[in-house]
């Protein structure tokens, strides 16, 4: 399985962009891409998964480059409500006996001042 | 409906009690999940459960028991356990195990005492 690597904590201000990058070194043809967010006593909410070049929803953008290596999400104009863990996972979605296994890293806590 | 309901959402149990928890989902997902998580650390992976058969288990120790009655619930039968296992249990569901985006119940936080 592709182990993850982020920074562990970082820290911003309301209406500014944040982009926080994810190492995975050593990730599979079959595997995906997939940022959560997390709350303090809540269970992690799915943010965007992708696969390659760049997708984007309603709250946030993800940025893969070709070597599929690294990941940056990106949040938009932050307010204090997106002050979370952020999680990226990257999961195979092959039909391996690694299928399933959505193992999470250490996270990276984000802290957004006034 | 896209909620996973997790009960008891407390539940304070002693060393040598049997206890469960339960998880439900309505949304017709084939994969069900148990995560264990401790204080600032990420969700560890317990069990996976793909069409109601257990899949993947984390080397779990048996003292944690994971049932998939039917789709729509997940049970997980305590037995046994330590002070150590005093965590926020977290049941999530996926259409199926290829599908990546997981839904997550809000918790049961456990203490055993």
């Known amino acids: 399985l592709a182990k993850t690597t982020q920074p562990i904590s970082m820290d911003s201000y309301e209406g500014q962009e944040v982009n926080i990058t994810c190492s995975h070194n050593n990730i599979a043809t079959n595997d995906y891409i997939t940022w959560y967010q997390q709350f303090p006593s809540q269970g992690p909410r799915f943010i965007i998964q992708?696969?390659?070049t760049k997708v984007t929803n309603e709250v946030a953008s993800l940025f893969i480059p070709a070597d599929r290596k690294s990941s940056t999400l990106s949040l938009p104009r932050v307010s204090l409500s997106d002050t979370a863990v952020y999680y990226c996972?990257?999961?195979?979605?092959?039909?391996?006996?690694?299928?399933?296994?959505?193992?999470f890293g250490q996270g990276t806590t984000l802290q957004v001042k006034p | 409906d896209t909620e996973v309901t997790q009960t008891p959402k407390h539940l304070v149990m002693g060393m040598t009690n049997k206890k469960s928890l339960k998880c439900e989902q309505h949304m017709g997902h084939r994969a069900m999940y148990w995560y264990k998580q401790k204080a600032k650390k990420p969700p560890e992976l317990m069990f996976v459960?793909?069409?109601?058969?257990?899949?993947i288990n984390e080397s779990v120790p048996s003292r944690f028991s994971p049932e998939c009655p039917n789709s729509s619930l997940l049970n997980l039968h305590l037995h046994a356990l330590q002070p150590e296992d005093s965590a926020l249990y977290l049941c999530?569901?996926?259409?199926?195990?290829?599908?990546?985006?997981?839904?997550f119940g809000q918790g049961t936080r456990l203490t055993v005492v």
């Open positions: 999530a569901s996926s259409q199926d195990v290829r599908n990546t985006e997981a839904f």
């Open positions: 459960y793909s069409y109601e058969k257990l899949s």
């Open positions: 992708g696969y390659k």
């Open positions: 996972l990257v999961g195979d979605i092959a039909g391996s006996s690694n299928t399933g296994k959505l193992i």
